[in-house]
């Protein structure tokens, strides 16, 4: 089955500065990365999602970019803000077949110090 | 419109009890989803229903462990004579077939 490595676990920037983290998969069949933020105490949510039919994808600060021959995907966070202070969680799954649920990534905490 | 709603938000019981643990998805999902999230620990899947298929129970750890989904909405997981070790906080997520997987707030268990 899947399986999916999430590097670093955690990861300490200054505010401003970028945060890199890295993610790995196992099943060349899987087609569908999302990342999730879950603060302190509360539900993932997602932030943003790469299908395997695309190599990148930006929304304002965050961008995603997918490697498909090497199985990876990496989430990039730019002008990084206190609030970005989270552990971000990231995922793989077999899009829209009978298998969907996502295997995750065992997360990593980003703190933004101001 | 309303999320997923889980119930209840905090459950302690003590070893060997059987527990249930409530989610109610977003109205018109088809798929849901259970997953477990033990302490610093990333999510991991469970079960999954989708719409009147043959639920994927791949993920159960044990035959302690069992869901149901009635009328195609509200699913019950259901944990047997549990264990110090199914402490976690047990999360249903729901979404349309192929979709964004929405999160409830979970369920925080602990076995005592």
């Known amino acids: 089955g899947e399986n999916v490595e999430q590097h670093p676990s955690t990861l300490s920037v200054q505010e401003g500065d970028s945060a890199v983290i890295k993610c790995t998969y196992s099943?060349?069949?899987?087609?569908?990365f999302p990342w999730y933020k879950q603060e302190l105490g509360k539900r993932p949510q997602l932030i943003i999602d790469?299908?395997?039919?695309?190599g990148e994808k930006k929304d304002q600060r965050i961008a995603v970019t997918l490697n498909k021959t090497a199985k990876h995907f990496s989430l990039h966070i730019t002008e990084t803000q206190p609030e970005d202070s989270a552990v971000y969680f990231c995922?793989?799954?077999?899009?829209?077949?009978?298998?969907?649920?996502?295997?995750f990534g065992k997360g990593t905490k980003l703190s933004v110090k101001p | 419109g309303a999320g997923v709603s889980q119930s209840p938000s905090n459950k302690v019981t003590e070893k060997g009890k059987d527990v249930e643990l409530r989610c109610d998805p977003i109205?018109?999902?088809?798929?849901l989803y259970w997953y477990r999230q033990s302490l610093g620990q990333g999510l991991e899947f469970l079960i999954y229903?989708?719409?009147?298929?043959?639920?994927?129970k791949s993920g159960l750890p044990s035959d302690r462990f069992s869901a149901e989904r009635t009328g195609g909405s509200v699913s019950t997981l259901t944990i047997q004579r549990t264990q110090q070790e199914d402490s976690a906080v047990y999360l249903c997520?729901?979404?349309?077939?192929?979709?964004?997987?929405?999160f409830g707030p979970g369920t925080r268990l602990t076995v005592t």
């Open positions: 790469i299908r395997s039919n695309v």
């Open positions: 229903f989708q719409g009147n298929s043959a639920p994927d």
């Open positions: 995922a793989a799954s077999i899009y829209g077949g009978s298998q969907g649920n996502l295997i």
């Open positions: 109205s018109g999902h088809t798929a």
């Open positions: 997520a729901s979404s349309l077939l192929g979709r964004e997987q929405y």
């Open positions: 099943d060349s069949a899987s087609n569908y």
